[in-house]
Nanobody, 122 residues
């Protein structure tokens, strides 16, 4: 019913920048929140940044000041601008959306993208 498609991952040198995008489509009545998690090899998935409608963005301490999350509500898209990248930012990045699906009332459901690899070389 809801699909999320990510793009923008890749290989970058330490200190460089990347911009991730994630577009949601399908039976969407509204998107209440969008954000990004990441998972590095051998580690648990961690929240990187999130943005609920009408609220300020939240960031993991490790990325505060370097990453910026933004949303384009007209395009059902969330972006993650990543600057001053470090090797420890290497991970698969997953976007998510908290969606009220069309025709199923007001209950939110979580939906995930397929993940995009970000590799930062030292």
């Amino acid at each position: 019913q809801v699909q999320l498609v990510e793009s923008g991952g890749g290989l970058v040198q330490a200190g460089g920048s990347l911009r991730l995008s994630c577009e949601a489509s399908g039976s969407i009545f509204s998107i209440e929140g969008m954000g990004w998690y990441r998972q590095a090899p051998g580690k648990q998935r961690e929240l990187v940044a999130s943005k609920r409608s009408g609220r300020s963005a939240d960031y993991a301490d490790s990325v505060t000041g370097r990453f910026t999350i933004s949303r384009d509500n007209a395009k059902n898209t969330v972006y993650l601008q990543m600057n001053s990248l470090k090797p420890e930012d290497t991970a698969v990045y997953y976007c998510y959306a908290q969606v009220i699906v069309r025709g199923v009332g007001s209950t939110e459901s979580d939906h995930w993208g397929q993940g995009t690899q970000v590799t930062v070389s030292s």
